[in-house]
């Protein structure tokens, strides 16, 4: 990840909260811009017309995504006036004025393996297209849509959220980040270990805890998602 700041802060659903702005909004990933986090976190859905948008909960404005139109959805906006981001405007938003932050670009699991791989199949084609392949980090719950993107580009940096797996199942398949809730690691110290040995990308969510950022900066993991970028950044520099 070579483009981005040198620090550990990924600002998770963007730099939202401290502003009261919404969660995936292009402007909270413009404050996580401003702020220099290493990475602004943000999560991909698709809808019934196959358009990629950024929104967490797997339905909008209580419409479910996946089986209503685009512009059905886009009628809807979010709490500070924005319409529904597709990934498109998304990216688009997040190369402008931006040489230190990383799209980490979490692919919600979708209803079938199939309707996965098309979600991985647009999402890295859409950032080839836009030229955004050097500032786009790949994340998911869903281990085949990990490997799928694996395998249409062994370039891309991918990082697996679940937690059953170990750093050397993950190197074992080609995925380059245990990206866990941090209490994985806690239940699992060795792991953390075993990651830097083989030279697995150590990140954890979602941290907004002054003790758990404290121990997971003492570990020196590689990145540390969180609500509280602001927090986290006071903690480094405390150090």
């Known amino acids: 990840m070579s483009n981005s700041a040198k620090n550990v802060v990924v600002a998770h659903r963007g730099a939202w909260k401290a502003q009261g702005l919404p969660e995936n909004s292009i402007a909270a990933l413009k404050n996580a811009i401003a702020l220099k986090c290493t990475g602004s976190e943000f999560d991909v859905q698709m809808t019934a017309d196959d358009i990629l948008v950024v929104n967490h909960d797997d ?73 955004a392949e050097q500032m786009t980090v790949y994340i998911s719950f869903d281990y085949n849509i990990l490997k799928k993107i694996e395998g249409l580009n062994s370039n891309a940096h991918t990082q697996y959220l679940n937690g059953e797996k170990s750093p050397e199942a993950l190197k074992e398949d080609g ?44 570990e020196k993991f590689d990145y540390i998602t969180t609500n509280e970028p602001e927090l986290l950044f006071e903690k480094i520099e405390k150090r």
Not at 102 to 120: D, F, Q, S
Not at 180 to 208: C, M, Q
């Open 175 to 218: 995925i380059d980040g245990a990206d866990y809730h941090f209490e994985v690691f806690r239940t699992h110290p060795d792991w953390i270990a075993s990651a830097k040995k083989i030279g697995i990308t150590l990140n954890a969510w979602t941290v907004n805890d002054p003790e758990d950022m404290d121990w997971l900066l003492d």
């Open 59 to 131: 339905s909008f404005n209580g419409l479910p995504i996946a089986e209503t139109a685009y512009s059905e959805l886009a009628v809807h906006k979010l709490s500070n006036g924005e319409k529904l981001p597709t990934l498109r405007d998304y990216i688009q938003a997040g190369l402008e004025n931006n040489t230190s932050t990383r799209l980490v670009c979490e692919i919600k699991p979708a209803e079938t393996k199939e309707r996965g791989e098309k979600m991985a199949e647009k999402t890295i084609a859409l950032v080839k297209e836009l030229n």
